[in-house]
C-alpha cells in the first residue's frame, strides 16, 4: 500500500485502500480510511455515506432485520464499482423471502436460500437460517454442524454462536453454553436473547446475581428496540400521511403546479 505526503507534511493513506478493504469485506476499516482520506482532501463526498450504508446492511443482516438491510443496500450506489450490488441485492432478498416462507422442509428452505448460500457475504446467515430449522426438527447433530458452519464462514456471527450455545444449554452443558453466550456478547454486546439466555445458563449454574444482572440487561435491549421500532413506524406512517395528504388536496397540488409554471416563464423571459 503505498502513500503520499499531504501538505501539512504527514504521511496521507493510499487513495485505494479503502477499495481493498471493500473487497476483502472488512467495511468497517474501509470506512476509517475514506474517513483518513476525507482528512487530508481528495475524496469524494458520495462515497463515506455509502460506504456507511453498507456497515449498516451487514448490521441489519445480522440482526435478521432484512427489509432495514434492504433499504441501506439500494443506497450504495457510489460504491457500486468496487462491491457486487446486485449479487448482494439478490441474496439479501433471498434471505427475506426464506424467512417470510417459514419452509417445514430442509430441502425447500435451501433452495429458497440458494443464492445467498452461495455468496461468501451471506453464507453465514444463510447457513444459520438452515441450522435454526434442523434444531426446530429436532436434528440437533445436522444443527450443530450447520451452525458450526456458519461460524466457520464469519467468525463473528453472533447469532449462530448463540445457537450453538443453545444446543448445549438444552443438552445439559450450562458452563459451555455460557462461554459461548459471553462470546456472542463480546461481538454484539446489544443483542437480547444472547443476554437472556445467558441468564438461564448461570441461573442453572446457581450464579444468582449475575443471572440477574444478565436478564436486566436483557430486558432494557428489548424495551429500547421496541421505542426505535415504534419510532421508526410512526416515522413512516407520519411521511405517508404527508403524502397522502398532498395528493389529495388540490389546492396544494395547484400551488405547486403554480409556482413551476411561474418559474418557467421567468426562466424563459429572462
Known amino acids: 500500500m503505498t502513500e503520499k505526503s499531504s501538505s501539512l507534511g504527514v504521511a496521507a493513506p493510499s487513495e485505494t485502500a479503502w477499495q481493498d478493504s471493500l473487497r476483502e469485506r472488512n467495511y468497517v476499516q474501509a470506512e476509517a480510511r475514506l474517513r483518513a482520506l476525507e482528512l487530508v482532501g481528495g475524496v469524494d463526498l458520495d462515497l463515506l455515506p455509502a460506504v456507511q450504508n453498507l456497515i449498516d446492511w451487514h448490521k441489519y ?23 457486487n450490488r446486485p449479487a448482494l441485492l439478490e441474496a439479501t432478498e433471498a434471505l427475506q423471502a426464506a424467512d417470510e416462507a417459514r419452509e417445514h422442509e430442509v430441502d425447500a428452505l435451501r433452495a429458497r436460500l440458494g443464492s445467498a448460500l452461495e455468496l461468501p457475504e451471506t453464507r453465514a446467515e444463510a447457513l444459520n437460517a438452515l441450522g435454526v430449522l434442523h434444531a426446530l426438527r429436532e436434528e440437533f447433530d445436522d444443527a450443530r454442524a450447520t451452525f ?40 454484539e454486546p446489544g443483542y437480547p436473547t444472547a443476554h437472556n439466555n445467558l441468564a438461564a445458563a448461570l441461573r442453572k449454574q446457581k450464579k444468582v446475581h449475575e443471572s440477574v444482572r444478565a436478564i436486566r440487561a436483557s430486558q432494557r435491549l428489548i424495551n429500547k428496540e421496541m421505542r426505535e421500532e415504534s419510532r421508526r413506524e410512526l416515522s413512516e406512517r407520519i411521511g405517508n400521511a404527508r403524502v397522502a395528504g398532498w395528493l389529495s388536496n388540490p389546492y396544494l397540488r395547484w400551488g405547486a403546479l403554480g409556482a413551476v409554471l411561474w418559474l418557467v416563464y421567468r426562466l424563459m423571459s429572462g
Open 148 to 187: 458450526n458452519a456458519a461460524v466457520e464462514a464469519d467468525a463473528r456471527h453472533y447469532r449462530a454462536l448463540t445457537n450453538l450455545g443453545n444446543l448445549l444449554l438444552e443438552g445439559g452443558n450450562p458452563q459451555g453454553a455460557e462461554v459461548l453466550y459471553r462470546k456472542a456478547l463480546e461481538i
Open 61 to 83: 443482516l445480522y440482526a435478521k432485520k432484512y427489509k432495514l438491510a434492504l433499504t441501506a443496500l439500494r443506497k450504495t450506489e457510489a460504491i457500486a464499482a468496487f462491491v
